[in-house]
């Protein structure tokens, strides 16, 4: 089993940037692809970026060129979000992927950006 835990949400103006961390616990980390998604008010929970074992990474088109996902293969993966708008206001959770292992969630962090 793996346990996630998110931090460095918060408030943020309008093309501002926040660092989301996720430290996991448990499990092997680097067996897992790992991976951040979002949930804003009254709409589905969406991905955001993802990133393999090997590094290789794939981003939602809406935050291409903003958000960067990093890992350090120890215990935790990131978020860099830079240049935030107001769409970008969510709950952003954690996620940590294998296929034979599971499927695991944080309780999620709440970013808001203020136009």
């Known amino acids: 089993q793996v346990q996630l835990v998110e931090s460095g949400g918060g408030l943020v103006q309008a093309g501002g940037s926040l660092r989301l961390s996720c430290a996991a616990s448990g499990s092997i980390f680097s067996s897992y692809v790992m991976g951040w998604y979002r949930q804003a008010p009254g709409k589905q929970r969406e991905l955001v970026a993802v990133?393999?074992?090997?590094?290789?990474t794939n981003y939602a088109d809406s935050v291409k060129g903003r958000f960067t996902i990093s890992r350090d293969n120890v215990k935790k993966a990131y978020l860099q979000m830079n240049s935030l708008k107001p769409e970008d206001t969510a709950v952003y959770y954690c996620?940590?992927?294998?296929?034979?292992?599971?499927?695991?969630w944080g309780r999620g962090t709440q970013v808001t950006v203020s136009s």
């Open positions: 990133i393999t074992n090997n590094g290789g």
């Open positions: 996620n940590a992927r294998n296929p034979a292992l599971g499927s695991y």
